[in-house]
């Protein structure tokens, strides 16, 4: 895999969780209405235009259900589409289609509508130096593939969990007494433990920039619900001294504007929380 939080273990602990929360002990309605061994043949069908994602994990779906369904491939990850176009076709015991049929669709219209959206916002700054992050807003136990959506789209992933960097908000910074504060425990801690972290912290004004910079140990200042004018000040102070992130209820109708600010990376919580799922279905032909 590409990206190193999706691994095949955890690919499969999905789509095991997914199907056991779906099947339970059987597709019933299939059981109960077309007898065992028919075989047969199904499409997913493309009803939307956007940004293709999710056909990987797709495969590994139809896989996991049953290895002998045959599955041609006619679209890949990242692939533009339009309306009427096939992604893949499957063939193969009726039973087995049926049962992946809805899993497949519900990661693949929601994986697309993230990439696609992603697409178009990072569209919208290519004049720019900007790039579009996600964040932890995210669908619990459904991460791993949002994030995977917004690489597909072209996005840039933000840390993954709570895990694998320090993020100073204003809640710790609050808590722990200012900027400067938070930024000595957190140095502290890293030297304590030896911990591999790298630090961020959220600034909400010029003044708390420029404490961040006296402090130092940021490798990323995050400029929080600060206008696009402030954002041009603050990438001025900061001067290329640490990478800049611009945060705070960004969207499409906004986006350039804080991207021409000068900022590395903009962090949009609606690319996983907001976004449109797109529509696509599989049938029997």
């Given at each position: 895999?590409?990206?190193?939080?999706?691994?095949?273990?955890?690919?499969d602990?999905?789509?095991?969780?997914?199907l056991?929360?779906?099947?339970?002990?059987?597709?019933h309605?299939?059981?109960?209405?077309?007898?065992?061994?028919?075989?047969?043949?199904?499409q997913?069908?493309?009803?939307?235009s956007?940004?293709?994602?999710?056909?990987?994990?797709?495969k590994?779906?139809?896989?996991?259900v049953d290895?002998?369904?045959?599955?041609?491939?006619?679209?890949?990850?990242g692939?533009?589409?339009?309306?009427?176009?096939?992604?893949?076709?499957?063939?193969?015991?009726?039973?087995?289609?049926?049962?992946?049929?809805?899993?497949?669709?519900?990661?693949?219209?929601?994986?697309?509508?993230?990439?696609?959206?992603?697409?178009?916002?990072q569209?919208?700054?290519?004049?720019?130096?900007?790039?579009?992050l996600?964040?932890?807003?995210?669908?619990?136990?459904?991460?791993?593939?949002?994030k995977?959506?917004?690489?597909?789209?072209?996005?840039?992933?933000?840390?993954?969990?709570?895990?694998?960097?320090?993020?100073?908000?204003?809640?710790?910074?609050?808590?722990?007494g200012?900027?400067k504060?938070?930024?000595?425990?957190?140095?502290?801690?890293?030297?304590?433990?030896?911990k591999?972290?790298?630090?961020?912290?959220?600034?909400?004004?010029?003044?708390?920039?420029q404490?961040?910079?006296?402090?130092g140990?940021?490798f990323?200042?995050?400029?929080?619900?600060?206008?696009?004018?402030?954002?041009?000040?603050?990438?001025?102070?900061?001067?290329?001294?640490?990478?800049?992130?611009?945060?705070?209820?960004?969207?499409?109708?906004?986006?350039?504007a804080?991207?021409?600010?000068?900022?590395?990376?903009?962090s949009?919580g609606?690319?996983?929380?907001s976004?449109?799922s797109?529509?696509?279905?599989?049938?029997a032909?």
């Amino acid at each position: 895999m590409q990206y190193s939080y999706i691994t095949p273990e955890a690919i499969d602990s999905f789509i095991h969780q997914a199907l056991k929360e779906d099947v339970g002990d059987g597709d019933h309605t299939s059981l109960a209405s077309i007898p065992k061994g028919v075989q047969g043949r199904a499409q997913l069908i493309l009803k939307d235009s956007g940004v293709l994602a999710g056909m990987d994990v797709a495969k590994r779906i139809f896989e996991c259900v049953d290895p002998a369904l045959q599955l041609t491939i006619n679209m890949r990850d990242g692939d533009r589409f339009e309306p009427g176009q096939i992604a893949l076709t499957v063939s193969g015991s009726v039973h087995s289609i049926l049962t992946a049929e809805r899993l497949v669709l519900n990661t693949m219209q929601r994986m697309s509508g993230i990439a696609s959206y992603t697409n178009q916002l990072q569209s919208l700054i290519a004049h720019t130096q900007a790039k579009v992050l996600d964040t932890r807003k995210t669908t619990p136990n459904f991460r791993m593939l949002e994030k995977w959506a917004v690489k597909i789209g072209g996005g840039v992933n933000h840390r993954y969990g709570l895990f694998d960097m320090i993020l100073l908000k204003d809640n710790h910074v609050d808590f722990a007494g200012g900027i400067k504060q938070a930024l000595q425990h957190s140095k502290k801690y890293i030297q304590e433990t030896g911990k591999d972290l790298k630090i961020e912290i959220e600034t909400r004004n010029l003044k708390e920039v420029q404490e961040a910079l006296e402090e130092g140990g940021a490798f990323r200042i995050m400029l929080d619900n600060m206008s696009p004018a402030q954002m041009k000040e603050a990438v001025l102070l900061i001067n290329h001294k640490t990478e800049t992130e611009a945060s705070g209820g960004i969207n499409e109708n906004t986006i350039v504007a804080v991207a021409e600010s000068g900022v590395d990376y903009i962090s949009i919580g609606s690319l996983s929380h907001s976004y449109k799922s797109k529509d696509m279905s599989l049938k029997a032909f």
